[in-house]
């Protein structure tokens, strides 16, 4: 029998996390044996993945219905019913964390409100919150890495936090999370506090990248490029990543058990049509990196993926595209900032959906 092909990338040294949770697949199995059979090996959650579980089925209905005898805000009954889909996630991938001996595997994230990416204060605070209540070693905490979300990320390492940072397009905006990262620690480390169990991922991501970037590539006259400039992007991330959490600075936090922040490749669906559905995940596969990916990513993938440790293969010319691009003017540092600012946008409105969805159901309960 052939080997399954989403367990093999594994063996090229990434995690595979599924980019979607409900409670359905938590009910039926369902995600039990995609963690056994598939290797599945954490989980991550956004609004719009909560508002489509909790829009579309009646799951949730006794739970709402419950909770609204509370004089409580829609957006607390939200993150109640959030909190309890996450720990039994949680629960079910402990296996995988407890197997992992440095506990790089079997998180599920739960997002902070998306209405706070721009503020500091609520985002340390909401975050401090949900891992209290959340109340799993295993799980990690998701911050955008917006501006204003760098302070909460240091913070929230400092404070023991694992922490999932969201929504990076640009290599200047990675290179300052990765700061993050090292400065919390460092003020965690310097308090004589343990280091050894905070985990962290930096989530980059791809696709969102080439649908902005392509019609623009096709009016300069440079197609041939279209579909690779986001694989580009990732391949210097990961040279980043490979220079950050290595030499003098990285070596005394790792003496003391730090974990490198991983990589993570996100919105690694294939929205072009003209693209094979797996392009994202096969050109990413490589050592100390995980790939979220949804339910029907995964699925074909397991059909008819090409599993190879492919990272690593001609930076030179993921380099050359970058270079291409600055010689055409076009400016990836001012597109990915609109990708941000969009990918806020694009977390806020799902988030209102769910929320009026939550005030619907009260009524009817």
Known sequence: MEANKVKKIHDYGQSIWLDFIDRDIIKSGKLKELI?????????????????????????????AELSKENISNEDIFYRLA??????????????YNEEVEGADGYASLEVSPLLALDTEGTIKQALQLWKEVDRKNVMIKIPGTQPGLAAIKKSIAEGL???????????????????????????AARNESIKEIASVASFFLSRIDVLVDPILEEKHLGELKGEVAIASAKKAYEIYQQVF????????????????????????????????????????????????????LE????????????????????????????????????????????????????????????????LA
């Open 36 to 64: 056994e059979i598939d290797g599945v090996r954490g989980l991550t959650s956004n609004p719009a993945i909560f508002e489509k579980a909790i829009s579309s089925s009646s799951d949730y209905d006794a739970d709402i």
């Open 162 to 188: 694992n922490v999932n940072v969201t929504l990076l397009f640009g290599l200047e905006r990675y290179k300052q999370v990765t700061e993050a990262y090292l400065e919390g620690l460092e003020e965690r």
């Open 83 to 96: 909190i309890k889909d996450i720990q039994q996630a949680a629960d079910l991938l402990l296996p995988v």
């Open 300 to 363: 074909a993938y397991r059909d008819h993926g090409d599993p190879e440790s492919r990272l690593g293969i001609d930076l030179d010319g993921a380099s050359a595209i970058l270079a291409q691009l600055r010689h055409a003017d076009i400016d990836l540092a001012k597109l990915t900032q609109q990708l941000e600012d969009e990918g806020i946008e694009k977390f806020n409105a799902p988030y209102e959906k769910l929320l009026n969805a939550i005030e619907k159901q009260k009524q």
């Open 246 to 297: 290595s030499g003098e600075r990285w070596e005394k936090l790792a003496a003391l058990g730090a974990k490198p922040q991983r990589l993570l490749w996100a919105s690694t669906s294939s929205k072009n049509p003209a693209f094979k559905d797996t392009k994202y995940v096969e050109a990413l596969i490589g050592p100390n990196t995980v790939d979220t990916i949804p339910m029907e990513t």
